[in-house]
């Protein structure tokens, strides 16, 4: 039988060999904060609109029993997230407190003022009764410099991905075209071309 406490052990060393920050997505504001300051970012890099919620409807109430039950088939990931949660309030307290109230604040801020400049409309999500609120928005008609701003902040995760990847492809191909260049340019140094005999 598998020992899922030792397998978790594993997987944490893994985890935490590989990410030096596991946000808390309960505490998205502080995790954003948080990555923030790891990434050398600005305060726009990190600012979002709410755009796939889970709707109050889709709210569960769990009996004690169910609560306890999935708990137990769940095991593993209460680990986890019990683990890396008691990290992320290390974060914090590093980061200090009054520190954090004034870069939340300023987060909060920056999104209610984006949301007044970029938003004109908020519209109805295409699946009302669904489990996910997917809120879509208008934009404002005359965005001037923040128009890339506004898409940016209001386009849904899976376009946001394909269109991440689509610039990551680029980037790669320039990257190993620049990579074959060099290669070819080392080749001609260790081989040279003979000379024309006179």
Not at 23 to 37: F, G, P, Q, R, T
Not at 165 to 189: E, G, N
């Amino acid at each position: 039988m598998v020992d899922v406490g030792e397998m978790s052990m594993v997987l944490l060393a893994q985890v935490e060999s590989q990410f030096d920050l596991v946000m808390i997505a309960e505490y998205m504001e502080v995790s954003l904060v948080l990555l923030k300051e790891l990434m050398c970012w600005s305060l726009d890099d990190v600012t979002f609109f709410t755009l796939n919620a889970r709707s109050a409807a889709s709210h569960a109430k769990l009996t004690a029993w169910e609560r306890r039950r999935i708990s137990e088939l769940n095991s593993a990931d209460g680990l986890l997230y019990d683990h890396f949660l008691r990290r992320f309030r290390l974060h914090v307290q590093d980061f200090g407190a009054a520190r954090m109230h004034h870069e939340v604040e300023a987060l909060l801020r920056r999104n209610a003022e984006l949301y007044r400049q970029c938003i004109k409309v908020v519209l109805p999500p295409a699946k009302p009764d669904g489990a996910y609120n997917d809120v879509r928005y208008q934009l404002h008609d005359d965005l001037g410099d923040l128009g890339p701003l506004c898409r940016l902040i209001t386009v849904h995760e899976l376009d946001f991905t394909a269109q991440l990847r689509d610039q990551q492809a680029r980037r790669l191909k320039v990257l190993s075209q620049l990579d074959d260049l060099f290669q070819v340019h080392d080749d001609d140094r260790q081989s040279p071309a003979p000379l024309a005999s006179r």
